[in-house]
């Protein structure tokens, strides 16, 4: 069962007060931290949740408060706050399975629903859900991804909403190569037998194949007057955070032979990854795997490639 | 023209094929996905111009079949391609050998205005990008005449004409 001490670490008070009225308003017990040399000293066990900005301050005391939250403090949950997900953050999560979470400095001081949601997803062990990341009384679209032969037809369904909404034909285009990939990836690769083998991902992609009933996949979209949000859920639960971490690593690094299948799986994450505002990963292993993406409408394209991004992973198996 | 399963006829991919003055001209329109049928690249051979402005977008599975259909043209094919996609730039870019032996001799860019906001796609010549860097994409706003910047990082959108 996880606790409810948080502590925050920032450089600016300002953000500081912010982060403090967040963690103690999602039923948190905040402690708050503005001395980047105190970093060295945290009694890290002693906290259920960290959240590290990695302010010009923390330059010289990130590394080893990382490496000492992951050998002393293997189940407290660290939380990045970043001004980019740069190669770096990719590079740490890669090296330290305990690092799944890096929230982008969008705004000065703090985006504080963000803040909001990954603390009390954390500390309340509820993961699931679009809901989480769109104000009430947005309305919510809902498609079952069943057939591959329809899968046309759910990138319509999800495009023509970012059409309705007035979206560049490059963002439209965007949005359907978002839906088209995670539509494949829940037809042919999500799917599993009993003895969690994969059942499609040996197919070719030109074969017809539709889901049973227990197999199908949920996809759900919406527009809150800010982001586009999309969600895809399956219930096998077999994705995890290191195929992705390991498949944004090699894109980062934009070495062309090293990209993933030569095109292939990985690409089109990458791709989606480059113009997403925040991408959440939830995973129940071997039950359910929900994948979220939002992106800021308000922005341009230019905006959106070069802006922070956040990236969750909140994995229930790691909680026990 | 390929179909294939329920798919709506408006996505799928077609091949119009024409000859003029001794160059075969291809126009590829559509998505290219796991079911566009690219055999054609192929039978390709002699002086061959592939036109790919209609090309709406191109998935994992269409990046992995164009690969291996780039690199399965006949050396005897001299392949220009024009009218570059955005999505296919963006491809090209990630891909060093995305478009294989071939030539590419011009691409769209998104382009962006700095006073409406307006955004459109502006045609530009490969052979007019070189020689300067930072390459500077500039273009003329439809609605205000103002001037238009490209609607993406520039080091990363132009990375492929350091190929060319």
């Known amino acids: 069962m996880l606790g409810r001490r948080v502590l925050y670490y920032d450089s600016d008070d300002a953000a500081l ?9 999602t039923g948190g017990e905040a402690t708050v931290l503005s001395d980047a040399a105190a970093l060295d000293h945290v009694d890290l066990a002693g906290y259920d949740i960290v959240v590290l900005t990695l302010d010009e301050a923390a330059g010289p005391y990130k590394r080893a408060f990382l490496e000492r939250s992951v050998a002393l403090a293997p189940r407290t949950k660290v939380v990045l706050h970043a001004c980019e997900l740069d190669l770096e953050c990719i590079e740490w999560m890669s090296q330290w399975p305990t690092l799944s979470h890096v929230m982008a400095k969008r705004e000065v001081p703090l985006d504080t629903e963000e803040l909001t949601v990954t603390i009390a997803k954390l500390l309340r062990r509820d993961h699931f859900g679009l809901d989480k990341y769109l104000p009430w009384g947005v309305d919510t679209y809902e498609v079952e991804v069943r057939d591959s032969r329809d899968k046309a037809q759910y990138v319509r369904e999800v495009s023509n909403l970012a059409s309705r909404l007035g979206c560049s034909d490059r963002l439209v285009e965007l949005v359907e190569t978002v839906v088209d990939e995670l539509s494949t990836n829940a037809i042919f690769n999500a799917p599993r ?12 992609r030109r074969e017809a ?38 498949y944004l690593e090699r894109c980062l690094k934009r070495t062309p032979d090293q990209l993933p299948g030569a095109g292939g799986a990985g690409m089109g994450l990458f791709r989606v990854y480059r113009v997403l505002s925040k991408l959440i990963f939830n995973i129940r292993p071997g039950e359910l795997t929900e994948v979220i993406g939002l992106i800021d409408l308000r922005q341009s394209i230019k905006s959106l490639l070069t802006q922070p991004k956040s990236l969750h992973f909140f994995i229930e198996e790691a909680e026990l | 023209m390929s179909h294939a399963g329920s798919r709506h006829e408006n996505d799928g991919f077609s091949v119009e094929r024409h000859e003029r003055s001794g160059v075969k001209h291809l126009h590829l329109s559509g998505i290219i996905d796991e079911f566009a049928d690219l055999s054609f690249l192929l039978h390709l051979e002699g002086e061959v111009m592939v036109h790919l402005g209609e090309v709406r977008r191109i998935n994992s599975f269409g990046v992995r079949l164009w ?10 094919a001299n392949v220009v391609y024009v009218d570059v996609a955005v999505s296919l ?9 995305f478009f294989g032996r071939g030539r590419v001799e011009s691409f769209w860019a998104p382009m962006a205005c700095s006073s409406c906001g307006r955004t459109e ?13 930072p390459v500077g994409l500039e273009s003329q706003c439809g609605a205000c005449d103002a001037k238009m ?8 959108y132009l990375a492929f004409l350091k190929d060319f």
């Open chain 1, 17 to 25: 007060l912010l982060a403090k009225r967040v963690i103690v308003g």
């Open chain 1, 193 to 204: 037998n009993a003895d969690g083998v994969p059942r499609y991902a040996h197919l070719s």
């Open chain 1, 209 to 246: 194949v539709a889901l049973q009933d227990s197999e199908c996949a949920g996809l759900t979209f919406a527009f809150d007057g800010r982001y586009f949000a999309v969600a895809q859920r399956d219930p096998f639960g077999a994705l995890t955070r290191e195929t992705v971490v390991t």
């Open chain 2, 67 to 76: 690969i291996d259909g780039v690199r399965a043209i006949p050396p005897e």
């Open chain 2, 89 to 97: 730039v963006e491809q090209m870019n990630m891909i060093h050998d």
């Open chain 2, 121 to 133: 796609k502006v045609l530009f010549r490969v052979a007019d990008c070189k020689g300067s860097d």
């Open chain 2, 149 to 156: 910047e490209l609607d993406d990082i520039e080091e990363q």
